[in-house]
C-alpha cells in the first residue's frame, strides 16, 4: 500500500514563506502524478497544484498561481510545495495525493488514488 508523509507545515505570518515536503513510498507502479490539496475550516478539499511524472508538466489552481511552486525528486520519491506570499485564506491542511493517471490535470479528488494524512498551515494576520 502506497504511503504518502507529508511535513513542513505550521504557523507563519502573513506575506511570509512556507515549504511543504511529501514524501512516498512503497510505490510499486511508474509512472504517476502526484497533487497538493488543502482543506480549511468547513469547507471543501480544494485542488492547489499537480505535478507529472517528469517534473516539467504543472497545474496551478488561480488563487496560487504566482505564489506556489510544486517540484518533484524522483530520486527521493518526494514532492514539494513552496508557498510564498502566504495570506490568512491560504489557512488550511495540506494534502499530497498520487494520481496513477500520468496524463493532463485533475483537480477533483476522487481522481486521486493515495492521499497522505495532511499537514497544516497556519497563517496569522
Known amino acids: 500500500q502506497v504511503q504518502l508523509v507529508e511535513s513542513g507545515g505550521g504557523l507563519v505570518q502573513t506575506g511570509g514563506s512556507l515549504r511543504l515536503s511529501c514524501a512516498a513510498s512503497?510505490?510499486?507502479?511508474?509512472?504517476?502524478?502526484m497533487a497538493w490539496f488543502r482543506q480549511g475550516p468547513g469547507k471543501e478539499r480544494e485542488f492547489i497544484s499537480r505535478?507529472?511524472?517528469?517534473?516539467?508538466?504543472?497545474y496551478y489552481a488561480d488563487s496560487v498561481k504566482g505564489r506556489f511552486t510544486i517540484s518533484r525528486d524522483n530520486a527521493q520519491n518526494t514532492i514539494y510545495l513552496q508557498m510564498n506570499t502566504l495570506k490568512p485564506e491560504d489557512t488550511a491542511v495540506y494534502y499530497c495525493?498520487?494520481?496513477?493517471?500520468?496524463?493532463?490535470?485533475?483537480?477533483?479528488?476522487?481522481?486521486?488514488?493515495?492521499w497522505g494524512q495532511g499537514t497544516q498551515v497556519t497563517v496569522s494576520s
Open positions: 495525493a498520487v494520481d496513477r493517471r500520468n496524463w493532463g490535470n485533475a483537480i477533483d479528488p476522487v481522481e486521486y488514488d493515495y
Open positions: 505535478v507529472m511524472w517528469n517534473g516539467g508538466s504543472t
Open positions: 512503497r510505490v510499486t507502479f511508474r509512472p504517476y502524478a
